[in-house]
């Protein structure tokens, strides 16, 4: 190589010359600084990003929540589609059954009935000759240990263990529980077990495995909003797989709002009449709300429905006069056109009302669990009404209407629990403690503000548990607040017991759920919204406290996202630039 000036007029230039050793040399120099640069966007992302090709590189046969404790071999069996079945060796029932059907499609034809089952080019050796092949497992042991259940419930059993080719049982594989709800989590695991590997040319492929596990915290929910947005039971039914397939066991249903009133009452059928969107297409009936409820079942979930009062309620005023509060203007001028507040805490008939109501909803939901909401209740109207302004100074309440308020909802539970005959429990919102109202022994305490608040949900954890109060966390997970970009790993890290308080108040903390208020969402975006960002949420209230790297969890969920795709959900990436072997192909 050699260079030199060359003048031309006023243009003074500088020539190399270079044989074609150096522009290779050179090229590779270039190359090699290209292959070394590395480029990460943003602090919060938990892996360096590659200068090209795909972001990071998914785990293969990982498990998603990660399970309490779990020891694998490289060894590894191969399941044949048509060879291959569970056999049920202990007790048995419609969920058992249901299950093994459902799992054998999961497993085998996912996403779709008629998919013909994975295949790879054969290998150029038998399989039988690979130094890992250990045999071809063609049935798995479902070992229930006591009669089922047939509802799940709040102290439902959901451990399990999963034994394949270990010492006590070489060459077998076996999911054992105590409970049905246990074995439904376990053929769950078993099922994400199950991978494909072109290295060996095998679709159905499960490495020798021992598993014990269990779940953290026993309320692991996620709340839809139906009031808002309608979603249609085909939506709902694949959300309640998505939970399943995530080990989540709440379904909160916030079934109604001030939008829309979509539930079909048998008392009261004019409230979803004139409530509803739409009353002959976007209502639930009572048909349709036991299908949910079936559905739920059959995958170890609880139905929990909400019909938040007395606020949140203006789509029942049409449909049941007199309920709510009319309002006033300050010069106590009855506004027009009609404008409502709250629910009426004076009349003695919405008591009434209200009493028969929630009794039937007791009847149509078996979870002794109601949610009552009670948050965001607007006084302003409540302040202006003559009835109620007679009301507050003849019990000299003053202007204290946190006290009316009390009112409420003691005439509510003490209703409810007539009907019900003191068998009705109660969530509600956490305003009601902030308001320092007195509720019912058992009551669970949900806790919704945090940073968009500018708001500790620490602090209110602390101060709930205080109480005494059974808790719930949604503060941290709402799903519904968007940005681009990786935005999971807040949701990974959020903790729901870094508060300060004693262990015996921190026992109190029940577990959490993820929310998806559908102000801007519908059955069109719901699933990619929530999914896979509800899976952080699911592994935060299933697995041990340790399990927090997120470098470590990025690799898996972006495998759990390819699983979910390939299962037929129309799931959002979850780490950026990537790829999966089986696409979603509308």
């Known amino acids: 190589m050699y260079a030199k ?20 040399k050179v090229l590779l120099l270039v190359f090699c600084c290209l292959a070394s640069m590395q480029w990460t966007p943003s602090e919060a992302v938990p892996f360096v990003i590659p200068w090209y090709g795909r972001w990071i590189l998914p785990t293969v046969g990982e498990v998603w929540p990660k ?25 048995r029932c419609d969920i058992i059954d249901e299950a093994v059907r459902r799992y054998y499609q999961i497993i085998f034809y996912p996403g779709d009935a008629g998919r013909v089952p994975l295949s790879y080019p054969p290998p150029p050796t038998p399989i039988q000759e690979h130094p890992q092949f250990r045999a071809f497992l063609d049935s798995v ?25 270990t010492a006590d049982n070489p060459l077998k594989a076996t999911i054992t529980s105590d409970s049905v709800w246990g074995i439904l989590r376990g053929m769950e695991t078993l099922s994400q077990l199950v991978y494909s590997s072109a290295a060996t040319g095998v679709a159905y492929q499960m490495n020798a495995t021992e598993i014990t596990d269990f779940p953290r915290f026993s309320y692991r929910g996620f709340m839809m909003d139906t009031a808002r947005h309608y979603m249609p039971l085909k939506t709902i039914k694949k959300m309640i797989d998505l939970m399943a397939q995530n080990k989540m066991n709440v379904l909160h249903w916030h079934m109604t709002d001030d939008a829309s009133f979509p539930f079909e009452s048998t008392l009261f059928p004019n409230i979803s009449r004139y409530g509803s969107f739409q009353p002959f297409s976007h209502i639930y009936t009572p048909s349709d709300v036991r299908a949910v409820i079936e559905y739920s079942r059959l995958r170890g979930i609880r139905v929990i429905p909400e019909f938040d009062t007395p606020d949140h309620t203006q789509s029942w005023g049409l449909g049941q006069p007199g309920l709510l509060t009319e309002c006033y203007d300050d010069n106590g001028v009855l506004k027009v056109p009609d404008e409502y507040g709250a629910i009426m805490p004076t009349r003695e ?20 669990y109601v949610h009552m909401g009670g948050d ?15 009301f507050m ?47 019912p022994t058992g009551t669970v305490v949900e806790v919704w503000k945090g940073d968009y608040e500018g708001l500790s949900f620490n602090e ?56 998806m208020w559908s102000e801007y969402v519908d059955s069109v975006s719901v699933i990619p919204r929530t999914w896979p ?54």
């Open 533 to 586: 960002r509800a899976c952080t949420v699911a592994e935060r209230l299933w697995s041990d406290r340790s399990v927090n790297d997120t470098a470590l969890a990025a690799l898996r969920l972006e495998e759990h996202r390819c699983r979910l795709l390939r299962r037929g959900f129309m799931v959002d990436p979850s780490n950026g630039v990537n790829f999966c072997e089986q696409e979603w192909d509308m």
């Open 376 to 390: 965001e209740v607007s006084y302003y109207c409540w302040k202006r009404h003559p009835e109620i302004k007679a």
């Open 393 to 439: 100074a003849a019990n000299g309440w003053g202007e204290d209407y946190t006290k009316l308020e009390q009112y409420y909802f003691d005439r509510l539970t003490s209703v409810t629990q007539e009907i019900t005959q003191n068998q009705m429990r109660y969530i509600v919102w956490q305003e009601l403690l902030d308001l320092n109202i007195t509720l």
């Open 67 to 91: 399970p309490q404790q779990q020891t694998s071999s490289e060894t590894f069996f191969v399941l044949r589609p048509t060879m291959f079945q569970f056999q049920v060796v202990g007790e």
């Open 349 to 368: 008939e919405n008591y009434v009302f209200l009493q028969q109501f929630f009794g039937e909803i007791f009847n149509t939901f078996p979870d002794p």
């Open 460 to 515: 209110e954890l602390a101060r709930v548990t205080k109480y005494g109060y059974q808790t719930i966390l949604a503060s941290p997970w709402y799903l519904n607040y968007i940005s681009y970009g990786l935005d999971w790993e807040k949701y990974y890290l959020a903790e729901p017991l870094d508060f300060d308080g004693t262990d015996a108040e921190k026992n109190l903390v029940i577990g959490g759920e993820a929310t």
């Open 141 to 165: 042991e479902i070992d229930l240990k006591q009669p089922c259940e047939y509802l799940p419930s709040a102290n439902m059993i959901e451990s399990y263990n999963i034994k394949i080719d």
């Open 5 to 24: 000036i060359v003048a031309s007029g006023t243009k003074v230039a500088l020539v190399f010359r270079l044989s074609f050793v150096d522009i290779m």
